[in-house]
């Protein structure tokens, strides 16, 4: 079955939170961001950031579910798979 959008992973850096109280001393030390990896349908990938499906229903007209919005500024990277590519953005989609 061919589907309309690539598959990809996407890595970002997230902000977090803390879900315990810590002291100051603790939290200075922590990361100021989290990395995440998100394996799905990508269904843009242009200057305003990444938009990935967790799942594609084709049997339901392509319903999509889980859908993620990652401002470009966060965006790490984004890998198209089965794909090779030469030159440009890596997993450059418009759509």
Known sequence: ???????AVV????????????????AKALPMSRRCVL??????????GVRVASEYDAAASGTLRGVWMVPRAMVVSVKVLGQRRSGGKEGKNEN
């Open 1 to 7: 079955m061919k589907h309309p959008y690539p598959m």
């Open 11 to 26: 890595e970002w850096n997230d902000a977090y939170r803390m879900a315990d109280e810590t002291d100051a001393e603790d």
């Open 39 to 48: 394996v799905g349908w990508l269904l843009a990938d242009n200057e305003t």
